[in-house]
């Protein structure tokens, strides 16, 4: 039996906006199959929530907290809930 879907919030301190973090996260969520959507907040960060197989979603966080991303990530704070939304694809906003 399959295990539920979760949901991954992340919120991304650093140099990550005006660098193409929002693109770079969004290819690398739909590479997983994963839905949801990556924006820009005010206050500089970026807000990640990404719905699918914990393991899945457990890959995209790996990948934010990398060297690989573009800019300069700082902290990742991450939240998980196991009350998944109705997305359709992956965003960014």
């Known amino acids: 039996m399959a295990e539920p879907d ?3 919030t992340a919120w991304v301190r650093g140099r990550v906006q005006g660098v193409g973090f929002r693109w770079w996260t969004r290819s690398r969520a739909l590479e ?3 839905t949801g959507y990556v924006a820009n907040r005010i206050d500089g960060r970026v807000l990640v929530v990404a719905q699918g197989p914990r393991e899945d979603c457990e890959e995209l966080l790996r990948l934010l907290q ?3 991303t573009p800019g300069r990530v700082d902290n990742v704070i991450a ?3 196991l009350e ?3 997305f359709e694809g ?3 906003r």
């Open 32 to 34: 997983l199959g994963l």
């Open 6 to 8: 979760v949901r991954l």
């Open 79 to 81: 939240d998980w809930s």
């Open 84 to 86: 998944p939304e109705d």
């Open 66 to 68: 990398s060297d690989a």
């Open 90 to 92: 992956f965003s960014a």
